[in-house]
């Protein structure tokens, strides 16, 4: 039996955790099992009946409800697994574009739309958070693609290929003055308006969306002030509209379980090991892991700037129609394509 107090405890208090599943990481001491994942009442519980729950609640419900633990251990509202990589396909060499500086890469897929998302930080301050800057784009199947990637009977694919898809085309943080004209070693500009312009103008953004705070209004105010003619949209996100910022992310996890949401992956040129022949690999971007990364582990993680822009973007993108769940995809498109025909009379068109 348990002593009536734990030494160890914040005034003498005992905390008991006995999650559905054993998990040597975070197991209380008084805890009898000792073998990874069995369950905690199996006669109450049988595996059948918790893998059922556990799949109607998610990865987070789960790890909420069942787990006492509101990030599970492989990953937080939103896992690295849950971002679709592109491209969709295994690459050949003839796929593969040349950069001016030799290296080569799988151009991404033609976006309608473009935003770039900033988070500001509330200081310039070494210790403070980073301004942080996210660009993604809406993209559409084209047709071919569609007939090598697609699993027709699946609800999570549309077979005509039109469903919005959201790809990140890139990102960056940084710490700095509002305005600053000096360039750094990577031969970017010091000032975070500067930097927001220049990439702006990089990947020919429709729309910059600036999260609703003191520092962002300046930023805003200063963008437009240097680009009076300017070939994108000025906007302010609100926060408090959305709930704090795990439920904005909580918002949007359901667009990354019906994959949705893509990151570039780098394609790496190489000689397959048994033949000899040329072949491609698809590895990680460097920038790119950062974000997901940081992304997986909110709320528990030391950074949320890169979440905050995912979330921001994303919810932005829903609240103008932009960016779909399939369900909704599919209804909406129904509702279009469906002659509904008219409800006036010719009498009505008289006034009789």
Not at 277 to 286: H, I, K, T, W, Y
Request: charged share 25%; hydrophobic share 35%.
């Amino acid at each position: 039996m348990a002593p009536a107090a734990d030494p160890d405890g914040e005034n003498g208090g005992l905390h008991l955790l006995f999650p559905m599943r054993y998990d040597s990481y975070m197991a209380s001491p008084y805890d009898r099992r000792r073998t990874e994942g069995e369950l905690l009442w199996p006669t109450q519980w049988d595996p059948a009946s918790v893998a059922a729950t556990e799949s109607e609640l998610g990865d987070y419900g789960t790890a909420g409800q069942f787990q006492q633990i509101p990030v599970p251990r492989g990953g937080g509202i939103i896992s690295n697994d849950d971002w679709k990589i592109w491209p969709e396909w295994k690459p050949r060499p003839d796929d593969l574009v040349q950069r001016r500086d030799g290296t080569l890469f799988v151009p991404l897929p033609e976006v309608s739309y473009a935003i770039l998302v900033l988070d500001t930080a509330i200081s310039e301050s070494e210790t403070a958070d980073y301004t942080a800057c996210v660009v993604m784009g809406i993209w559409h199947r084209p047709r071919e693609l569609v007939r090598r990637v697609a699993s027709f009977g699946s609800d999570n694919v549309i077979d005509d290929g039109e469903q919005p898809r959201v790809i990140l085309m890139a990102g960056w943080h940084m710490r700095g003055k509002l305005n600053d004209e000096s360039m750094n070693a990577g031969g970017y500009r010091n000032g975070i308006v500067q930097r927001v312009i220049k990439t702006a103008q990089d990947y020919r953004v429709d729309e910059i969306i600036i999260e609703d705070k003191t520092r962002g209004r300046d930023v805003r105010d200063e963008i437009a002030r240097q680009m009076q003619r300017r070939p994108f949209i000025l906007s302010l996100f609100n926060p408090k509209k959305h709930g704090d910022k795990v439920g904005r992310l909580n918002a949007v996890q359901p667009l990354f379980a019906r994959g949705l949401i893509y990151a570039p992956g780098n394609c790496v040129y190489k000689l397959n090991e048994g033949t000899g022949a040329p072949c491609v690999e698809v590895e990680e971007l460097l920038w790119v892991r950062d974000i997901m990364n940081e992304v997986e582990q909110v709320p528990k993680g030391e950074h949320d700037d890169y979440a905050d822009c995912i979330s921001m973007g994303l919810l932005s993108l829903r609240g103008a129609g932009r960016l779909e769940l399939t369900q909704e995809y599919l209804f909406s498109q129904i509702a279009r394509r469906t002659y509904q025909g008219s409800r006036n009379t010719v009498r009505d068109g008289y006034g009789v």
